[in-house]
């Protein structure tokens, strides 16, 4: 078996639950499948017992894992997963301030790619475009399933506007706006509203009005914004800085 060596600029435990979370999420351990020991991971990630303890309480905590005395740890059922997402992505305020940060890093990059993707847009692409955005509005998505259709659409406003280096940041960061969208999919009514927003934006795109297009993607945005405000003020984590300017409506 390969070694794993994770990288060395976050803290190793958090580092082997992200790579945890991601592979159980993409289906490496089924539902109810029993899941590695101990030892196993640590011989997988060449760390110590206790760095891997951490990484699977923080797993168990998520309930990603759960654990069957004298059998072992299991995967969780998505059902049961689901049911415990909010605990899962805002578990305490440093997690809280890393979900702000994701969205403030959206608001500086996105509104620009969209406004390039205005000018760029070809021919074949507008169908696939409209159905992306749309494709939120499904009352049968489950969070996770939302995150993934929301990521797909701003993902291919990246490739529609040939940067890049626009469409490497979107993929490298899969992850990280996994965690913001999955927070903001909570309540049911996001779904028609980000499907709204993401019509006003693929229309403006369509219609080449490059300055409409990225005051949408910003509105949108900043809407996202106050969601994840929201969700987290009923948590009663810390307040985000106030640090941010208009609404962009």
Known sequence: MDVIVPFQRKN???IIYDTLHDLIRDGRWKP???FPTEMELCKLFNVGRST???ALNHLKASNLIHV???LGAFV???SEIEQ????RHIPDSRTAQELYNIIEFRICIEPSTTYLASERIRPGMEEELLKLAGAVDDERLTPSEFAETDIAFHSFLAE???NPLCVETMNYLHTTFYKQQIVTSLFSERKKTAAQSHIAIAKAVIDQNSKLAEKEMRAHLYNTLQYLESIIRETELPEPPKNQSGGGS
Not at 84 to 87: A, D, F, Q, R, Y
Request: charged fraction near 25%; avoid cysteine.
């Open 32 to 34: 109810g499948e029993k």
């Open 76 to 78: 969780t059922n998505p």
């Open 52 to 54: 891997i303890r951490e």
């Open 84 to 87: 415990n997402i909010l605990s």
């Open 160 to 162: 529609i506007a040939g």
């Open 68 to 70: 069957a005395p004298g």
């Open 12 to 14: 190793r435990s958090d």
